[in-house]
């Protein structure tokens, strides 16, 4: 990715201070979202990690790594498998709880959507402190697939979040296109 697509897309992401509670300086990305050409140069450029990965298939973290994911498979000519919340999926699942700093939290996928063979991206909007994504990395592997890395729009360095994920990663790449 060119410095300038990464100046293009840190020009479109809104420091929201104070949210969602005092102290916390939050990165909207919505005004990135609502500029199609900030938002198909991010499409394009995390489809571009995904191939060059090998990945076969392409699992999105709820809530905000949907809205990144889903595109990007398409434009990558990749399968879409959403990491859902607990409880909102249909059907049968695998699930992995994972600790949050006020408490754990769980996540799932179909048991059914990843298979041997197969070479997984996950893809996020933020990686903060990993948790997340650290139980979605647990997930695609008890399903069989590999793991191919994880890519972000930003990473949070200063959370720690990379030191969190690495030993997960057992040598994947973690690729964020922004790091603040």
Do not use: W
């Not at 006020?102 to 933020?126: F, K, N, P, Q, S």
């Amino acid at each position: 990715m060119t410095t300038t697509t990464q100046e293009l897309l840190l020009s479109r992401i809104r420091d929201v201070p104070d949210y969602p509670k005092p102290g916390v300086m939050f990165k909207d990305i919505t005004p990135l979202l609502a500029d199609p050409v900030a938002f198909t140069a991010l499409t394009d450029a995390l489809a571009e990690l995904c191939l060059r990965h090998g990945a076969t298939k392409i699992v999105g973290l709820e809530a905000r790594g949907f809205i990144l994911a889903a595109p990007v498979a398409v434009r990558a000519g990749l399968g879409f498998i959403p990491v859902r919340k607990a409880g909102k999926l249909p059907g049968a699942t695998l699930s992995q709880a994972y600790e949050l700093e006020y408490g754990t939290a769980e996540i799932e996928i179909h048991a059914e959507d990843l298979a041997d063979g197969d070479r997984v991206i996950v893809i996020d909007d933020v990686l903060a402190t990993g948790g997340t994504a650290e139980a979605s990395l647990e997930l695609i592997r008890r399903a069989g697939a590999q793991v191919a890395g994880v890519a972000v729009l930003m990473e949070l360095g200063f959370l720690g979040g990379r030191s969190r994920l690495e030993p997960a990663l057992r040598g994947a790449p973690l690729d964020a296109l922004i790091t603040v």
